[in-house]
Nanobody, 115 residues
């Protein structure tokens, strides 16, 4: 089992920045891929950014150049630095961890971009 705890969401003005954190615990040795997803009401959950155990990263086109995913292996934590935030980035963000057997999800953290 893998437990994920997110933090860092909140309210920010357009053009502002936030950093989300996802702390992993449990059988983290089995995790080969971690990422951030988001899901707006009535829409499918979409991948925002991902990072592999080897450090390779992937971003959705809508966030390229604005968001950066990183990991601190010593703290078992993955971060999502979000800059130049837009109103359309407003939604709930979920941390995800993939193992060969199962996907794990955090509880979600709300990000609201509004003036």
């Amino acid at each position: 089992q893998v437990q994920l705890v997110e933090s860092g969401g909140g309210l920010v003005q357009p053009g502002g920045s936030l950093r989300l954190s996802c702390a992993a615990a449990g059988s983290i040795f089995s995790v080969y891929h971690m990422g951030w997803y988001r899901q707006a009401p009535g829409k499918q959950r979409e991948l925002v950014a991902a990072i592999t155990s080897g450090g390779n990263t992937h971003y959705a086109d809508s966030v390229k150049g604005r968001f950066t995913i990183s990991r601190d292996n010593a703290k078992n934590t993955v971060y999502l630095q979000m800059n130049s935030l837009k109103a359309e980035d407003t939604t709930v963000y979920y941390c995800n961890a993939k193992t060969v057997i199962k996907w794990y999800w955090g509880q979600g953290t709300q990000v609201t971009v509004s003036s």
